[in-house]
C-alpha cells in the first residue's frame, strides 16, 4: 500500500512536472472581445484577426521560439466583465499581453486592472483621447487623427455650418463631442448652430429625434451629423433617416464607429453617399492591404468576410508586440515598453506606424464614402500619417498637457507649464 501512493505521488509529480514544462513552452496571448451582447457586431471580427495573425505567426516559429498561445474571453458587453477578465488573464492565466476592448467605458473599466497587475494592453479603437496609461498602447485614433480632419473636412469641402453630434450616451462621445464643441466654437461656430443628442446602448426608436434632427437641418444652413453611435443602434438610426426622406447630399452623416464589418450586416442602400472617417479602410489599394485581406478570407473560409480599421490596429498591435518582445528577448512588460517606444511597422496602406512617447501611434487619415456594395470610396486623405495626441489642444483643461513615458518625465500627465506630473 505504502509503496503504491508513493507510485501515485510520483507519478502525480510527473504530470505537474510535464504540466509546468508544456505551459513554459508557449507564450499566451489574451483577446478580449466581446462575442456577444450589443457590441458582438464590432467586436467578432477582431477575435478572428487575432486568431489568424497568431497562427500566422507561429507558423514562422512563434516569438523567443515558442509557439504563442491564445486566451480568448467573452466579456458579453458587460462593462465590468472586462475587468473581471482582464484580472483572470493577467492573474490566472498569466498571459504576456492583452489585445482588446472597443468601447471607451470597458476600456476605462480595464485600465486600473492592468496597471495594478502591471499587464499590457493594446487598444485598437478610435477613441476620445485625455489619457495616456503606461500599460496601454493606443493603436486606434486620438480625436486629432479622426475627429478634427473629418470636421475640417465638412466645412472647408463641403460648406458645413450646422452640426448634429449624436452619440451613445457613454465617455467616448461626450468626451469626442465636447472637443468637436470647442474646436467649433473656435472655428466661429455659433452655440444655437449646435444640436446634441444622446442615446442608451441599442436604441432603436429613432423617429422623434430623427424629425428634430431634420428640422435643425431645414433652416437655410448646411448641415452634418457626426455620428458616434456605437454597435448594433446604427441599423435603426439609418433606417430611419431613409424612411424620413433625409439623403446624404442633403444633411451627410459622418459616422467615427461605422466601418465595413458594421456595414456588411446592415442594408446599405439607406446608407449609400453618407460618411466615415477612419484610418484604414478596406478599400486602400496597396498589395500588403490585398495579402491582408486574402489571408484573413482564406483563414475564416469565407470569401465575402470583409476587413475594418479595428483589424488593421491589431495588426499593427500585434506586430509591435512580437518586434518588441523579439528586441527585448522577453515578454517583461516594462522591458517591452521600454522597447515599444520609437519601434516602426509597416501599416497596410504603404505607410508606417510609429510608436509615440505618449503610447499612441501615427496614422492615416482618409474619408470614405459609402457605396453600395457596402465598401467605401475614398475622398480624402492626410498627405502624410498623423501622429496622436493623447491631450487634445482644445480643451482649456488639457491644452497644456502632454504624455511622455520616456525618462526623465515618465509621465501620462505632464503639465508643461509647471512642469510637474499631474495626478488624478
Given at each position: 500500500m505504502v509503496k503504491h501512493c508513493k507510485k501515485l505521488m510520483l507519478a502525480a509529480a510527473l504530470m505537474m512536472s510535464l504540466s509546468v514544462s508544456a505551459a513554459e513552452d508557449t507564450i499566451k496571448v489574451g483577446i478580449m472581445h466581446s462575442l456577444s451582447g450589443t457590441m458582438a457586431i464590432s467586436e467578432s471580427s477582431l477575435k478572428d484577426v487575432m486568431l489568424m495573425l497568431i497562427e500566422e505567426q507561429n507558423k514562422k516559429g512563434g516569438v523567443l521560439g515558442k509557439q504563442i498561445e491564445p486566451v480568448v474571453v467573452d466579456p458579453a458587453s458587460d462593462w465590468?466583465?472586462?475587468?473581471?477578465?482582464?484580472?483572470?488573464?493577467?492573474?490566472r492565466d498569466q498571459v504576456?499581453?492583452?489585445?482588446?476592448?472597443?468601447?471607451?467605458?470597458?476600456?476605462?473599466?480595464?485600465?486600473?486592472?492592468?496597471?495594478?497587475?502591471?499587464?499590457?494592453?493594446?487598444y485598437p479603437v478610435q477613441y476620445e483621447g485625455e489619457e495616456s496609461s503606461r500599460n496601454i498602447i493606443y493603436t486606434g485614433a486620438a480625436p486629432n487623427q479622426q475627429a478634427i480632419p473629418a470636421i475640417e473636412f465638412l466645412m472647408d469641402e463641403m460648406g458645413v455650418e450646422r452640426w448634429v453630434l449624436a452619440g451613445t450616451d457613454y465617455v467616448f462621445p461626450r468626451t469626442a463631442?465636447?472637443?468637436?464643441?470647442?474646436?467649433?466654437?473656435?472655428?466661429?461656430v455659433a452655440a444655437e448652430d449646435i444640436m446634441i443628442s444622446y442615446t442608451p446602448f441599442s436604441h432603436s426608436d429613432w423617429q422623434s429625434i430623427v424629425s428634430e434632427i431634420k428640422d435643425f437641418g431645414s433652416q437655410g444652413k448646411k448641415t452634418a451629423v457626426i455620428s458616434t453611435l456605437n454597435g448594433d443602434a446604427n441599423v435603426p438610426f439609418y433606417k430611419e433617416l431613409a424612411n424620413q426622406g433625409i439623403k446624404a447630399e442633403d444633411i451627410p452623416v459622418m459616422a467615427f464607429s461605422v466601418g465595413e464589418e458594421e456595414l456588411s450586416g446592415m442594408d446599405s442602400a439607406p446608407l449609400v453617399g453618407h460618411l466615415a472617417a477612419w484610418n484604414y479602410f478596406m478599400s486602400v489599394d496597396t498589395p500588403e492591404n490585398q495579402k491582408f485581406i486574402a489571408d484573413f478570407r482564406k483563414f475564416t473560409g469565407n470569401p465575402t468576410r470583409v476587413t475594418n480599421?479595428?483589424?488593421?490596429?491589431?495588426?499593427?498591435?500585434?506586430?509591435?508586440?512580437?518586434?518588441?518582445?523579439?528586441?527585448?528577448?522577453?515578454t517583461d512588460v516594462d522591458k517591452v515598453l521600454e522597447a515599444l517606444v520609437g519601434m516602426e511597422v509597416p501599416n497596410l496602406s504603404g505607410g508606417t506606424a510609429k510608436v509615440l512617447p505618449n503610447h499612441?501611434?501615427?496614422?492615416?487619415?482618409?474619408?470614405?464614402e459609402i457605396m453600395d456594395d457596402g465598401q467605401f470610396q475614398i475622398v480624402w486623405e492626410s498627405d502624410s500619417e498623423v501622429p496622436g495626441d493623447a491631450w487634445s489642444d482644445y480643451l482649456e483643461s488639457s491644452q497644456n498637457l502632454e504624455a511622455d513615458w520616456t525618462q526623465p518625465i515618465n509621465c501620462g500627465r505632464y503639465d508643461t507649464l509647471t512642469q510637474k506630473c499631474l495626478t488624478e
Open positions: 465590468p466583465i472586462f475587468a473581471e477578465r482582464s484580472r483572470e488573464l493577467l492573474s504576456a499581453a492583452v489585445f482588446g476592448c472597443w468601447t471607451s467605458v470597458s476600456r476605462k473599466a480595464v485600465l486600473p486592472v492592468f496597471e495594478e497587475l502591471d499587464g499590457l494592453l493594446f463631442n465636447k472637443i468637436i464643441a470647442s474646436y467649433l466654437e473656435k472655428r466661429g480599421d479595428p483589424m488593421e490596429a491589431h495588426y499593427i498591435g500585434f506586430n509591435l508586440w512580437v518586434k518588441a518582445v523579439e528586441q527585448a528577448g522577453t499612441h501611434i501615427t496614422k492615416p487619415v482618409y474619408i470614405g
